[in-house]
């Protein structure tokens, strides 16, 4: 395991965890609120929160050991984009397209949780492109 590799597990899980907050938590918030049979309220998911941290912990690895196992030389920001649509379109956009499937979710609520966790999505793969940049004379 590299040092290039540890750095980007934890700076991504750090961005990670903060910008799912600021999805789920704050820009979310509301929408969620207004189902209350769909999901736990916030007190009761304060006792597994444990869990979301070692559900971001295993995301934030997985997503830099992956990048780090295809990583191509050129230019790092294209790069970390399709890298970011990719696991976007292989995660987020179908996770959320089943939930609304199997539970009784508004569409524009499916709708914001595309788009905002993919918009998520593309700045952590370009963070995680930045960290496994080529510099040059390496």
């Given at each position: 395991m590299s040092n290039k590799f540890l750095i980007g597990w934890i700076v991504i899980f750090v961005v990670w965890f903060a910008g799912s907050f600021v999805v789920h938590g704050l820009l979310l918030h509301?929408?969620?609120?207004?189902?209350?049979?769909?999901?736990?309220?916030?007190a009761d998911a304060q006792n597994f929160f444990p869990l979301m941290i070692l559900a971001h912990i295993i995301l934030a690895g997985a997503l830099v050991w992956i990048y780090s196992r295809g990583v191509e030389p050129g230019p790092w920001l294209p790069q970390g984009l399709r890298f970011g649509v990719a696991v976007a379109l292989l995660t987020v956009v179908p996770t959320y397209i089943?939930?609304?499937?199997?539970?009784?979710?508004?569409?524009?609520?499916?709708?914001k949780q595309i788009v905002f966790d993919g918009i998520l999505l593309l700045i952590l793969a370009s963070i995680t492109a930045f960290i496994y940049r080529q510099r040059p004379g390496t």
């Open positions: 509301d929408d969620y609120g207004r189902l209350p049979t769909l999901f736990r309220t916030e089943i939930y609304y499937v199997v539970q009784p979710m508004p569409g524009g609520l499916v709708a």
